[in-house]
Structure formats: structure tokens, C-alpha cells
């Protein structure tokens, strides 16, 4: 019996996809749970696997193509052994050095994941001379980039190559023949006046998407205070090897502006509620998204409960959140939901910017890169670490007032981190 090859249900919110590449090509036998192609969606990137075992028949869909949940994407036809004769009547020998290449194929598909390999193709890096960092020393993304700029400890030496000329991979396989040729060789010289058109990934489109229409849809406006991080500065030095040592994470600054957010959703809860209708829909828990860079494009996942969760594991999770991202392997129900979203433009080394809201939420807070700047401290002027913050929020169901008081709380909060434990 043929079955076929659908776009899975991966939630309600996704409705369709992109064909980002087929890891098998028509006429190769499958195993029953064998990854047969790759998808982008607009949140996550996942394979699909076969229904059953037997032979690619046919693949309906290319990849680059949009396609719906639901929709045909190729046919598996159970395979027959008479069939098998009959197409095959004597078996060719493999030469060893494709069925070598073969296996270390099959081999990098199983421990690498699919922006890994996808990297490997782009930087022309054999991923099996990569060292994984994932689970179980699964490569990831970030291995892969790392490998291919040179990085330290993330290769692993190859066998000696005889003399004479190098074999030929078998088709399909990511082994390569030609030597890494650094990022960088690849770069536009001084004086080039090409162009590049470059599709939008699902997830680029859709986020460019969301942006204008949080633009166009809500009354959008920002408010800004300085927060003066002293107090959590010097608290960390105290404690950042005993937490580490406890915990094994840093403590960083994210956990206590977590917390400082909740003590002001707290004291004006509509900052951590959504429009439906005519009505506000008030939310008494926290789910907190905390924005996230990765190369295919910002993620936004969530710390559920997070006013029931410590420093510990809400650091515990927002390195996690930041490791899953770039390799990929974020779930829908991580990014699902959420009350209230806070982004670090400080990272990257914004000192100020204006943060377009999370829809349905109407409430987002903006970090900033710390830095050194003079303030009057008791009628002297004294240098201390300084932090722009920024909020925007949906001014229909928002009051200026509220806006202004929530940035000045969260600032108490933070400038006096002892109130945290008591808030």
C-alpha cells in the first residue's frame, strides 16, 4: 500500500510551511521513521519522518516550496522483493570508498542537527571531522560556524589521505574533497557592485509581518528611565563563583530584571494583560518571553510560573532557551503563550532603543548596554554603572501614568536588590 508524505499538524497557531531541503531523493529505499525532509515554519524547523518502510516513489513538492498543513509531499511505496529483482537482476558493487561515504552520511544525520547540516553545506564543512556540543555530542549550528572560522577544539583529525588523488564522495554525501576555505574569502572585495537576492526564511517573513502589523494595529508609545546598577554589580562579584559552583550558570543580570518585572505587573496588572474584543483579559500568572538573537531570526521563548522559579533556574533556563535557539531546536510549546515579553538590545550594545510590542501583549521591556556615566549622588557627582530602560506599551488599554510608575518600580527594585526577596 502507498502511503503518504503530509505536512504534520505542529500547532494551531502554524498553518503552513517551506520545504527547506529532502534528504532523500526519489528511488532510494526508507526505513520506517527515516528523516525524509526538512521544513521551515514560521516558530520552528522540523524533519519529517516516513510513515513506513519501502521506496521514495515520488516527491511532489520541491524544495522553496510553500505548502500547507495537510498537503501531499511525496509517496513511499512498499517495496517488493520480486520488484527488487526485477529492477536490479545483478547487484553492482560499491566501490568502497562510496560506501564509505554513504555510512558517514547516514551516520551525520542521526548525530547532527538540521541547521547543522544545512551550515555544514553552506561553510563546505564536513561534519564528520566536527565535534559536537548538543546532547550525546549531537553537532549543532553553532559547532559547525565555530569549525568553519577556524575555532578552537570543535574538529576532530581526519584519516591520512593516501597519496594519490582523493575518492570521490558518493552522491548525497556532505564529505567533501576540496579543503575549508575560511567565511571570510567569501566576502565582497573593496569596489564590488554586485547584489544578491536572498529568500526570506518563513520565520524572517513572518516576523517582518507581525512587526508592521503590531505597528498598524495597537497604539503603540515608549517611555524610558535609567536604572543605576550598582547595587546588582557588586552583589554578583559577592556571589558569582558560590552561585556558579552551586547552580553550574552564571549569575547574570537577566534573572533580577525577571523579577523586578513581576513585583511591577504586580502593582499594575494591566501591563501583563491582552485586548480581546471590547474586553481586557487581566492575567494573574507570569509567563514571561524572554527575546532571543538566533541566525534564522528573533525567537521569543517563555518562563512559565517565573515568579515561582529562582535566580538559579531562571538563568538555568534562559541559557537554555539561548542554546536551543541557534541550534534549532526550540519546540512550539516553548515559544506558545507568554504574558509579557523583555529584550536585551544590550547585548549586541544598544544604549537606547524604542522595542515594538509582542502581540496580543501589550506590554514590552527594554534593556540596555550598561555603561559608566556621572550622576549626582547626595549633592556630588560620582561615576557609577548606568542602564537606559525601555517600555513600550499599548497606550488603549495602558495609562501614561501606569507606564511611568511601572519603569520607576522596577527601578526601585533593582537599585535596591534586598527588596526583590521581600517584594
Known amino acids: 500500500m502507498p502511503a503518504n508524505i503530509v505536512v504534520p499538524e505542529v500547532g494551531e497557531s502554524i498553518v503552513d510551511a517551506r520545504v527547506a531541503?529532502?534528504?532523500?531523493?526519489?528511488?532510494?529505499?526508507?526505513?520506517?521513521?527515516?528523516?525524509?525532509?526538512?521544513?521551515?515554519?514560521?516558530?520552528?524547523?522540523?524533519?519529517?519522518?516516513?510513515?513506513?518502510?519501502?521506496?521514495?516513489?515520488?516527491?511532489?513538492?520541491?524544495?522553496?516550496?510553500?505548502?500547507?498543513?495537510?498537503?501531499?509531499?511525496?509517496?513511499?511505496?512498499?517495496?517488493?522483493?520480486?520488484?527488487?529483482?526485477?529492477?536490479?537482476?545483478?547487484?553492482?558493487?560499491?566501490?568502497?570508498?562510496?560506501?564509505?561515504?554513504?555510512?558517514?552520511?547516514a551516520a551525520d544525520k542521526t548525530r547532527s542537527s538540521p541547521t547543522a547540516r544545512r551550515a555544514a553545506q553552506e561553510h563546505d564543512v564536513d561534519l564528520s571531522r566536527v565535534r559536537g556540543s548538543g546532547d550525546a555530542g549531537r553537532v549543532m549550528r553553532r559547532d559547525v560556524e565555530e569549525a568553519a572560522t577556524g575555532g578552537n577544539g570543535r574538529t576532530t583529525e581526519a584519516p591520512a589521505a593516501p597519496a594519490t588523488s582523493a575518492p570521490?564522495?558518493?552522491?548525497?554525501?556532505?564529505?567533501?574533497?576540496?579543503?575549508?576555505?575560511?567565511?571570510?574569502?567569501?566576502?565582497?572585495?573593496?569596489?564590488?557592485?554586485?547584489?544578491?537576492?536572498?529568500?526570506?526564511s518563513k520565520r524572517r517573513a513572518t516576523i517582518a509581518k507581525r512587526l508592521v502589523?503590531?505597528?498598524?494595529?495597537a497604539a503603540m508609545l515608549t517611555t524610558f528611565n535609567e536604572v543605576d546598577m550598582s547595587a546588582v554589580m557588586a552583589l554578583r562579584e559577592r556571589h558569582k563563583q558560590s552561585f556558579k559552583d552551586r547552580h553550574g550558570v552564571s549569575l547574570g543580570i537577566a534573572s533580577f530584571f525577571v523579577k523586578?518585572?513581576?513585583?511591577?505587573?504586580?502593582?499594575?496588572?494591566?501591563?501583563?494583560a491582552e485586548i480581546q474584543g471590547d474586553e481586557m483579559v487581566l492575567k494573574h500568572y507570569f509567563?514571561?518571553?524572554?527575546?532571543v538573537g538566533a541566525s534564522e531570526g528573533l525567537v521569543v521563548p517563555i518562563i512559565r510560573d517565573a515568579d515561582r522559579l529562582s535566580f538559579a533556574q531562571i538563568e538555568q533556563q534562559i541559557r537554555e532557551f539561548a542554546k536551543r535557539a541557534?541550534?534549532?531546536?526550540?519546540?512550539?510549546?516553548?515559544?506558545?503563550?507568554?504574558?509579557?515579553?523583555?529584550?536585551?538590545g544590550g547585548v549586541f550594545g544598544s544604549l537606547l532603543s524604542t522595542p515594538?510590542?509582542?502581540?496580543?501583549?501589550?506590554?514590552?521591556f527594554g534593556l540596555h548596554a550598561i555603561q559608566p556615566r556621572p550622576i549626582a549622588v547626595n549633592g556630588q557627582v560620582i561615576v557609577h554603572p548606568m542602564m537606559y530602560v525601555a517600555l513600550t506599551y499599548d497606550h488603549r488599554i495602558v495609562d501614561g501614568a501606569e507606564a511611568v510608575q511601572f519603569l520607576v518600580r522596577v527601578k526601585q527594585l533593582v537599585e535596591d536588590p534586598g527588596a526583590l526577596l521581600l517584594d
Open 21 to 105: 531541503k529532502w534528504l532523500r531523493r526519489e528511488g532510494e529505499v526508507v526505513a520506517v521513521g527515516d528523516p525524509l525532509v526538512e521544513l521551515e515554519t514560521d516558530k520552528i524547523d522540523l524533519e519529517v519522518s516516513a510513515p513506513q518502510g519501502g521506496v521514495l516513489t515520488r516527491i511532489d513538492r520541491k524544495d522553496g516550496e510553500d505548502v500547507k498543513v495537510g498537503e501531499v509531499l511525496g509517496v513511499i511505496e512498499e517495496a517488493s522483493a520480486s520488484a527488487g529483482q526485477a529492477a536490479s537482476p545483478t547487484p553492482t558493487p560499491v566501490p568502497a570508498t562510496e560506501a564509505t561515504a554513504a555510512d558517514k552520511t
Open 168 to 200: 570521490t564522495p558518493a552522491p548525497g554525501s556532505s564529505a567533501k574533497a576540496r579543503p575549508i576555505a575560511p567565511i571570510a574569502e567569501a566576502r565582497p572585495t573593496p569596489g564590488d557592485r554586485s547584489e544578491e537576492r536572498v529568500r526570506m
Open 213 to 217: 502589523e503590531a505597528q498598524s494595529t
Open 260 to 272: 523586578a518585572s513581576i513585583g511591577a505587573l504586580r502593582a499594575f496588572p494591566r501591563l501583563n
Open 287 to 291: 509567563d514571561i518571553g524572554v527575546a
Open 326 to 344: 541557534e541550534d534549532g531546536s526550540l519546540s512550539l510549546a516553548d515559544l506558545r503563550g507568554g504574558t509579557f515579553t523583555i529584550t536585551n
Open 356 to 364: 515594538i510590542l509582542n502581540p496580543p501583549q501589550v506590554g514590552i
